[in-house]
Nanobody, 124 residues
Framework: QVQLVESGGRLVQAGGSLRLSCAASGRTSSSGAMGWFRQAPGKEREFVAGISWSGGDTRYADSVKGRFTISRDNAKNTVYLQMNNLKPEDTAVYYC?????????????????WGQGTQVTVSS
């Protein structure tokens, strides 16, 4: 089992930046690709960004492309989400997820382990 703990969420003004972190512990040797998802009140959880185990493959939701950057440091068992030019519609709880396979995926069902989430609120 892999445990994931997100951090870095807070209240920020529109146009601002945040960096979320997700630290993995436990059986990290069995962890492969990682992803960030978000869920706003009354909405379904949606894919934000994903990264393969090697970091060589990344993918983004159209709504965040060009503003968000996902990266990982396997030596630290940590994945990051740099979020720039934040908009009020980015307000949500952001979740980190890990899957056993090296290749990234965009469906929540493809991920095996989830963190508890961190709240990001963007004020206009």
């Amino acid at each position: 089992q892999v445990q994931l703990v997100e951090s870095g969420g807070r209240l920020v003004q529109a146009g601002g930046s945040l960096r979320l972190s997700c630290a993995a512990s436990g059986r990290t040797s069995s962890s492969g690709a990682m992803g960030w998802f978000r869920q706003a009140p009354g909405k379904e959880r949606e894919f934000v960004a994903g990264i393969s185990w090697s970091g060589g493959d990344t993918r983004y939701a159209d709504s965040v492309k060009g503003r968000f950057t996902i990266s990982r440091d396997n030596a630290k068992n940590t994945v990051y989400l740099q979020m720039n030019n934040l908009k009020p519609e980015d307000t949500a709880v952001y979740y980190c997820a890990a899957r056993r396979w090296a290749s990234l995926a965009t469906s929540p069902q493809a991920y095996d382990n989830w963190g508890q989430g961190t709240q990001v609120t963007v004020s206009s």
